[in-house]
Antibody, heavy 118, light 105 residues
Framework: EVQLLESGGGLVQPGGSLRLSCEAS????????MTWVRQAPGKGLEWVSG????????YYADSVKGRFTISKDNSKSTLYLQMSSLRAEDTAIYYC???????????WGQGTLVTVSS | IQLTQSPSSLSASVGDRVTITCRAS??????LAWYQQKPGKAPQLLIY???TLQSGVPSRFSGSGSGPDFTLTISSLQPEDFATYYC?????????FGGGTMVEI
């Protein structure tokens, strides 16, 4: 059974940093691309960042480019999202998801809440 | 690539046929997925490649279209189908989502 377990969320002040982790199990982590998706309170889904299965290429939404860094440690089956220069508008539930190229995200974690507030 | 979903919300009854539309601003080679999200839960993949049903998804769900307009149809709405539905293009990064359609009783 595929399991994705996010951690690292919490309350952080504007301008601060936070690192999210997503521990994967139940599938060959090194064979799949991974994605971070967020959802602000009461809002829709927003694709945030993606990484290829080898971790050789990374992609970002314009809203987070230059502030967030995605990484993938295939030896630990863990996905990360390093977030810096956080803003109030980054407040959201952050989901990690397993990505099948061109087909979609077929497994999701339960999400971790990030709140940016003073 | 922008995805425009319509309607943003709809009211329906159990047994109704429901159709949701997603329009892509440019060609996406049918790389379109549909998700269902219930309150407080993560999204779940329903349809991929515009019309292929994900394993375990009931057959009352179907997808169609070949660009720029795609549709998700629920043939006979069931109580457990009241949720928010999103389309997503998987053709090129950033992998954008549509704005969502809330299906209410």
């Amino acid at each position: 059974e595929v399991q994705l377990l996010e951690s690292g969320g919490g309350l952080v002040q504007p301008g601060g940093s936070l690192r999210l982790s997503c521990e994967a199990s139940g599938f060959t982590f090194s064979s799949y691309a991974m994605t971070w998706v967020r959802q602000a309170p009461g809002k829709g889904l927003e694709w945030v960042s993606g990484v290829t299965h080898t971790a050789g290429s990374t992609y970002y939404a314009d809203s987070v480019k230059g502030r967030f860094t995605i990484s993938k440690d295939n030896s630990k089956s863990t996905l990360y999202l390093q977030m810096s220069s956080l803003r109030a508008e980054d407040t959201a539930i952050y989901y990690c998801a397993k990505y099948r190229y061109n087909y979609g995200h077929d497994s999701w974690g339960q999400g971790t809440l990030v709140t940016v507030s003073s | 690539i922008q995805l425009t979903q319509s309607p943003s919300s709809l009211s329906a009854s159990v047994g109704d046929r429901v159709t949701i539309t997603c329009r892509a601003s440019q060609g996406i080679n049918n790389y379109l997925a549909w998700y269902q999200q219930k309150p407080g839960k993560a999204p779940q993949l329903l349809i991929y490649a515009a019309s292929t049903l994900q394993s375990g998804v009931p057959s009352r769900f179907s997808g169609s279209g070949s660009g720029p307009d795609f549709t998700l149809t629920i043939s006979s709405l069931q109580p457990e189908d009241f949720a928010t539905y999103y389309c997503q293009q998987l053709n090129s990064y950033p992998l954008t989502f549509g704005g969502g359609t809330m299906v209410e009783i």
